[in-house]
């Protein structure tokens, strides 16, 4: 029984210490740019952005949290040569409640992606991706999630996955040049509520060798 209760006793000492340390840093009142507040960033922290423009272009790191309270008021704007968000190996990431979309470019034959997953484990939630040049959001291995997102007028398609393992619920992928989501080179989806509408080239696509999708309640409509 002793030895019962003092398992429980480090246990709960143990989940307190990691509490104390999680930290959460307020951009732009503790750090001017969010990439200096990810850059300062360790697992577990989370770079809250207050409302506003932030006009960077973002790498992700694992463990780290990035959230807005408004997804229609915290806008992250990047330049248009590379991904407003780039994550590669980011395990246990996350971008909640914000909004991404590309600086205006110069030349059109540019075809740049907003969000760019390669491999780990992320999470988008409740986020909107405006007018990429490229896709909206690009996945390239690894297992990851979107919920609730908005993914719309994006140059090519709004969601590509190839070699990964992607969940989707509640998400909108409207008026974009290429597909509204395409799922291949072993590709797997799993989604529920998904909406598809305005596509220019097709709502929904899944093809490849390996590719293969479990669907409820998708509406791929006027495309």
């Not at 915290?74 to 994550?87: F, K, Q, Y």
Request: proline share 2%; charged share 30%; aromatic share 4%.
């Amino acid at each position: 029984m002793i030895d019962r209760r003092v398992a429980l006793l480090l246990m709960l000492l143990a989940s307190v210490a990691a509490s104390q340390e999680r930290r959460t840093l307020v951009v732009p009142r503790d750090f001017e740019t969010v990439g200096a507040a990810l850059e300062e960033a360790v697992e577990g922290d989370i770079v809250e952005l207050q409302p506003g423009l932030y006009e960077e272009n973002l790498s992700l790191k694992s463990g780290v949290t990035v959230l807005g309270r408004d997804a229609a008021k915290t806008i992250v704007r990047g330049a248009p040569t590379a991904p407003v968000v780039r994550a590669v190996d980011a395990e246990g990431a996350r971008l909640e409640n914000l909004t991404f979309e590309q600086a205006k470019q110069e030349s059109s034959e540019d075809k740049v992606t907003a969000i760019l997953i390669s491999e780990g484990s992320v999470v988008l939630d409740g986020c909107a991706v405006w007018r990429a040049s490229g896709f909206g959001v690009h996945i390239k291995g690894g297992e990851h999630r979107l919920e609730g997102c908005r993914v719309r007028e994006c140059g090519r398609e709004g969601l590509r996955v190839e070699d990964a393992k992607v969940t989707v619920r509640e998400c909108h992928f409207s008026f974009n040049t290429g597909a509204g989501v395409h799922v291949r080179v072993k590709g797997r989806i799993t989604g529920h509520d998904i909406r598809c509408e305005g596509n220019k080239e097709i709502g929904f696509r899944i093809a490849g060798e390996g590719s293969e999708g479990a669907l409820t309640a998708l509406d791929a409509r006027a495309n």
